[in-house]
């Protein structure tokens, strides 16, 4: 049975939404929902849900999600690895199925609301990260969900992995915490450059050996960047490995 396809959804945890829908916006995200405590925004690829502070998360704070057509028809699909917890929770906002990787991290796969068709040609895209103890135990992880490898590194530090809309990149956690963050892929880096400063979004331009960044300062002063990057493969191209 083919498992039903994932929509890479991450969560960030913030009081400062209005500060977060701007900078989405200038990246062309469109709402889904607009309530303030969970405002689901969609680019061409991906989604990025901002929700309000609940006890125990930090500003800025970011969790890894997914989202599926078929929760149900996900849930009898999926087949975990052994150490992987996949199972049914139901709370006062619904019923999710939630997923505890083999490094610890917990995470929701949620049923998907509806979105405007993807474009042929997709300009921005959602690319969570995963920082986990075991790289290669984690991408397998992903790979058990539905998620395809489509470029190992080498050096075993990051893997990066495509689900249906959005990519994962999983990163050795160098001795930190186990977490997640978000990042955000465009086909045009000079288009985000312009559409950013258009929308009064200061940032830095960073040129390193693979090419330019743009570190856009988190809102809430969380002492982090969020990072939006040129992506030189079609985000529906081919796997590859170096």
């Known amino acids: 049975m083919s498992i039903p396809p994932l929509t890479v959804r991450p969560i960030v945890h913030t009081e400062h939404l209005r500060e977060w829908l701007a900078i989405f916006r200038a990246l062309d995200a469109r709402t889904l929902t607009g309530d303030p405590m969970w405002t689901e925004l969609e680019l061409d690829l991906g989604r990025v849900t901002l929700s309000g502070l609940h006890p125990g998360a930090s500003e800025g704070e970011v969790s890894l999600g997914f989202e599926t057509p078929d929760l149900q028809a996900y849930a009898d699909a999926v087949v975990p690895m052994d150490g992987m917890t996949v199972e049914w929770l139901t709370t006062d906002d619904g019923t999710s199925l939630r997923v505890v990787g083999r490094d610890g991290l917990t995470?929701?796969?949620?049923?998907?609301?509806?979105?405007?068709?993807?474009?042929?040609?997709?300009?921005?895209?959602?690319?969570?990260?995963?920082?986990?103890?075991?790289?290669?135990?984690?991408?397998?992880?992903?790979?058990?969900?539905?998620?395809?490898?489509?470029?190992?590194?080498?050096?075993?530090?990051?893997?990066?992995?495509?689900?249906?809309?959005?990519?994962?990149?999983?990163?050795?956690?160098?001795?930190?915490?186990i977490g997640a963050d978000v990042a955000v892929d465009v086909a045009d880096l000079d288009a985000a450059h312009k559409a950013l400063i258009d929308a009064g979004i200061g940032h830095d331009v960073i040129d390193e050996t693979h090419g330019r960044t743009l570190r856009v300062p988190r809102p809430g002063g969380a002492g982090s960047e969020l990072w939006v990057a040129q992506e030189d493969e079609d985000p529906v191209g081919v796997v590859k490995h170096f």
Do not use: C, K
């Open 107 to 177: 995470f929701l796969i949620d049923e998907r609301i509806p979105g405007e068709p993807r474009p042929a040609r997709p300009a921005a895209w959602v690319h969570a990260l995963w920082i986990s103890t075991d790289v290669a135990a984690t991408a397998q992880d992903l790979e058990a969900l539905g998620l395809r490898t489509r470029i190992t590194n080498v050096n075993g530090r990051t893997i990066d992995l495509r689900a249906a809309e959005g990519d994962v990149l999983v990163h050795v956690d160098d001795g930190g915490p």
